[in-house]
């Protein structure tokens, strides 16, 4: 299946600073690209959906001026938490799509990132 | 509601089969998924089933879909310690957006 890296891997970060997480997808152009973020013990909740050329998609209850989305390439997304504080602390997962599947709704996951926030 | 639901929790012994439960909400949905999490790791995509099919069966994995029942199941054959983990079923909706079940952590007893 297709490859999708994530780093960091771990970041912690005192509060009030901004994390950027990259999400890239190795062996395949991915126009379309999703942010999870996961509580301990928890399910994948969906925060955004990242369209390569054009604005984030967000999901309700999600704050774009805090969790800034860039997909300037077929290959990379990046997700910046901004002024982080403690409650951000989070396990963030990114996914993506390839087009050129024949399911093309399958999704492959990056490895996650563990954000701290101290 | 837009829950996809799952029981929390299942124990079963080496060498016995697993069968991990999930009932989903969207009848429109065209891929219904299972992926498989270990601890502090991401998600792989262990096998998939499209929404017009009733069974599909890879290797020890055996999955099985009653659409009218919005009922979807995973069993895994002469499951293995190293099958101990959490296993997420999924839907993917309209905007091929996915939703994700509640997880069910499995745990292997030697």
């Known amino acids: 299946g297709a490859v999708v890296s994530q780093h960091p891997s771990w970041v912690i970060c005192k509060s009030g600073t901004s994390v950027k997480i990259e999400c890239r997808s190795l062996?395949?152009?991915?126009?379309?690209m999703f942010w999870y973020r996961q509580f301990p013990k928890q399910s994948l909740m969906l925060m955004a959906t990242s369209n390569e050329g054009s604005k984030a998609t967000y999901e309700q209850g999600v704050e774009k001026d805090k969790f800034l989305i860039n997909h300037a390439s077929l290959t990379l997304s990046t997700l910046t938490v901004t002024s982080a504080h403690p409650e951000d602390s989070s396990f963030y997962i990114c996914s993506a799509r390839d087009p050129l599947e024949r399911t093309q709704e399958t999704q492959y996951f990056g490895p996650g990132t563990r954000l701290l926030v101290l | 509601g837009e829950d996809v639901e799952q029981s929390l929790f299942l124990s079963v012994r080496e060498g016995d089969s697993s069968v991990i439960n999930c009932t989903y909400t969207?009848?429109?949905?065209?891929?219904l998924y299972w992926y498989k999490q270990e601890p502090g790791a991401g998600l792989q995509l262990l096998t998939y089933?499209?929404?017009?099919?009733d069974m599909k069966q890879d290797q020890r994995l055996t999955v099985l879909l009653n659409k009218k029942d919005k009922h979807l199941s995973l069993r895994i054959a002469d499951t293995q310690t190293g099958d101990s983990a959490i296993y997420f079923c999924?839907?993917?909706?309209?905007?091929?957006?996915?939703?994700f079940g509640t997880g069910t952590s499995l745990t292997v007893i030697p």
């Open positions: 062996d395949f152009q991915a126009t379309t």
């Open positions: 999924a839907e993917s909706r309209a905007g091929n957006q996915f939703y």
């Open positions: 089933i499209f929404s017009n099919m």
């Open positions: 969207d009848s429109s949905s065209t891929y």
